[in-house]
């Protein structure tokens, strides 16, 4: 059972454009909902996280954008860069505390920007 | 300041050998996680330590993968005799809180 469904797979966008990710979620349990940036043999960064109780978050050109009654949310990268181009994982994790931390990950976005 | 590092950042193991893999965790934190990722696939939760205490080893695919952290600090994953479906990078994190921040990894081929 797929947790955290990503979409799309693969994404292609000119430089300058919008690109955008999309997760949903099916475990109400589900409270953080970060996203991470990853480089070909690099670890996953953290780029931006949001909980449900705000349904936008806003840092330099990334956005998340929270629909909590849909159980959807999504990454915005304004004016996108080549050297943006990566692969992006949305991830989820409950409110309890401890193990209970650990996050579900969806399968990845791989973005290109062509300059 | 000083992130997670991870040790090796390759290993190339025959298959039925035994791998450790190191992590050092960012200084202070609590918490700290294992996960697995395979070639293509988002990262996959393995086991969970707080302080020197395993909490949570449900994600660990079989008796053949240990992990300790005895002085709740560093960290080392241990896999005995290594299969082929182990090849995978293995990442650790460590966290403050929520934010759980990774290493570099370990990228396993067993062969």
């Known amino acids: 059972q797929q947790q955290v469904k990503q979409s799309p797979q693969s994404l292609i966008v000119q430089k300058g454009g919008i690109s955008i990710i999309n997760c949903a979620y099916e475990?109400?349990?589900?409270?953080?909902f970060p996203w991470y940036q990853q480089f070909p043999g690099k670890g996953p960064a953290l780029l931006i996280a949001?909980?449900?109780?705000?349904s936008e978050k806003k840092e330099g050109r990334f956005t998340i954008s929270f629909n909590k009654s849909a159980k959807q949310f999504s990454l915005h990268i304004m004016d996108s860069q080549p050297g943006d181009s990566a692969t992006y994982f949305c991830?989820?994790?409950?409110?309890?505390?401890?193990?209970?931390?650990?996050?579900?990950f969806g399968k990845g976005t791989l973005l290109t920007v062509n300059p | 300041g000083a992130g997670v590092s991870q040790s090796p950042r390759y290993k190339v193991a025959k298959r039925g050998q035994d791998v450790a893999l190191r992590c050092d965790p960012i200084?202070?934190?609590?918490?700290l996680f294992w996960y697995q990722q395979a070639l293509g696939q988002g990262p996959e939760f393995l086991t969970y330590?707080?302080?020197?205490?395993?909490?949570?080893k449900s994600g660990l695919p079989s008796d053949r993968f240990f992990a300790e952290r005895p002085e709740g600090s560093v960290s080392t994953l241990k896999i005995q005799r290594t299969q082929q479906e182990d090849s995978a990078v293995y990442l650790c994190?460590?966290?403050?809180?929520?934010?759980?921040?990774f290493g570099p990894g370990t990228r396993l081929t067993v062969t």
């Open positions: 994190a460590s966290s403050p809180q929520r934010e759980q921040y």
């Open positions: 475990n109400t349990a589900f409270d953080y």
């Open positions: 949001i909980r449900p109780d705000v």
């Open positions: 991830a989820a994790s409950p409110r309890s505390g401890g193990s209970n931390y650990k996050l579900t």
């Open positions: 200084s202070g934190h609590v918490s």
């Open positions: 330590f707080q302080n020197e205490a395993q909490l949570d």
